[in-house]
């Protein structure tokens, strides 16, 4: 069945609108059941096609707002302000995840580059779990904070580089991304420049009220800015969008109204038909065999046994082997970036769809096992007292006071 471009724009957006009033009530992430509908509606049951080039094309926008929001996820001061010892301890545990993840690829007779995709964890998973249950300012909290940082944003690279190296060697055309890094650095420092010397202005691009809405206009033109610098140089639009975000999240330390403003852009509309596309190419037959779905558990052990492994190394910083086991239950949890690995890992041939509609269902199962796993295990620590000041103790600007 072929629905024409009007249809397939109306019935998607429709359900973009709906489905998260229903997630709530069935306290399932808003995600997961946008990618139920697409399954619904792609190749695993009705069989619906589209007509014409909308849906693909916002759900490829919808794909770089995602990743320009992972960028302003990071939080870089956090990373500066820790000590050498804990730089040590994240590296070391980064490192663990890489060699068991190297190991698991190996058993599973895949190439290096599932490495990179059990490597993954999901930022957007664990900020608001660890907010839930009150323990995102605590070290502990932090601590898992930046180690999904670190994960994500390290992992990012990797597939970068690994994709660079399996086209072209260890020629020239290795260094495709210094255009795009030195992009990244004259930006950042002009923007730094420029926010210190026109403080008012920079604070109107953050403000709640602007009827230009100028922070969001520089938001989307810092995205598709290096999205283009990435397309010139060869690279993958994904790296161009997070590194775009990622000069916001370095410029400005307090950019609450922006980043809900662009939320309600990207999480509001074109996220979900990302999602809804992705569960659409989604095909039950490569997962549901006896076979597959062996294999489909196995791959869930391997994905659980990278991250809770490492997770041990909390022992170091005091941590009780409960809290310990339980990070590594919520650094476990997968979404976004991992569809995002399998998607490009499709493209460039190094994993076959069966593989990909594994991953997704992957990670269909971890961003629910991951944050109900950790919630069930967590017990309440002694709450800080209410005149608890900011650790970064740092205005809007956040390099200003630096």
């Not at 109306?10 to 995600?31: D, W, Y």
């Not at 930006?187 to 953050?206: F, I, Q, V």
């Not at 967590?378 to 209410?386: Q, V, Y």
């Amino acid at each position: 069945m072929v629905l024409n471009q009007a249809w397939s724009l109306l019935l998607v957006t429709v359900a973009a609108a709906l489905l998260p009033g229903l997630s709530r009530s069935l306290r399932l992430p808003a995600i997961v059941l946008e990618i139920l509908f697409g399954v619904v509606l792609g190749k695993s049951l009705l069989e619906i096609q589209f007509s014409g080039d909308w849906i693909s094309f916002l759900a490829q926008l919808g794909f770089l707002l995602l990743m320009f929001q992972a960028g302003m996820e990071i939080d870089f001061f956090a990373l500066r302000r820790q000590s050498g010892r804990n730089i040590l301890f994240h590296l070391a545990l980064f490192g663990a995840t890489l060699g068991l993840s190297v190991l698991s690829a190996f058993l599973l007779n895949r190439g290096p580059f599932v490495a990179l995709i059990l490597m993954t964890t999901s930022l957007g998973l664990v900020v608001p779990t660890l907010k839930e249950t009150g323990i995102s300012r605590t070290p502990h909290g932090q601590a898992l904070l930046i180690a999904a940082t670190i994960a994500d944003f390290l992992t990012l690279f990797g597939i970068t580089f690994f994709l660079l190296y399996h086209e072209y060697g260890l020629g020239w055309r290795f260094l495709g991304p210094v255009p795009l890094f030195l992009g990244f650095g004259i930006l950042l420092k002009l923007g730094r420049l420029w926010a210190w010397w026109h403080p008012e202005a920079a604070g109107r691009l953050l403000a709640d009220r602007d009827e230009q809405e100028l922070g969001v206009r520089l938001s989307l033109a810092l995205l598709f800015l290096f999205v283009a610098l990435s397309e010139l140089a060869h690279l993958e639009p994904v790296l161009g969008a997070f590194l775009g975000g990622a000069v916001l999240s370095m410029v400005f330390r307090e950019k609450g109204h922006l980043e809900t403003k662009l939320s309600g852009i990207a999480y509001g509309f074109l996220i979900p038909i990302f999602f809804i596309h992705v569960g659409m190419q989604f095909d039950l037959g490569n997962v549901l065999s006896p076979g597959r779905i062996l294999f489909t558990m196995t791959l869930f052990g391997f994905a659980v046994a990278v991250k809770l492994i490492p997770a041990l190394l909390f022992l170091f910083l005091g941590t009780g082997l409960r809290r310990a086991l339980n990070a590594g239950v919520l650094l476990s949890s997968r979404l976004s970036l991992i569809i995002v690995a399998a998607s490009i890992g499709l493209e460039a041939g190094f994993i076959s769809v069966e593989f990909k509609d594994a991953i997704v269902l992957l990670a269909v199962i971890t961003c629910l096992s991951g944050p109900t796993g950790f919630k069930l295990l967590h017990r309440p620590e002694a709450k800080p007292g209410n005149g608890e000041k900011r650790s970064d103790g740092g205005p809007w600007v956040g390099w200003m006071r630096e």
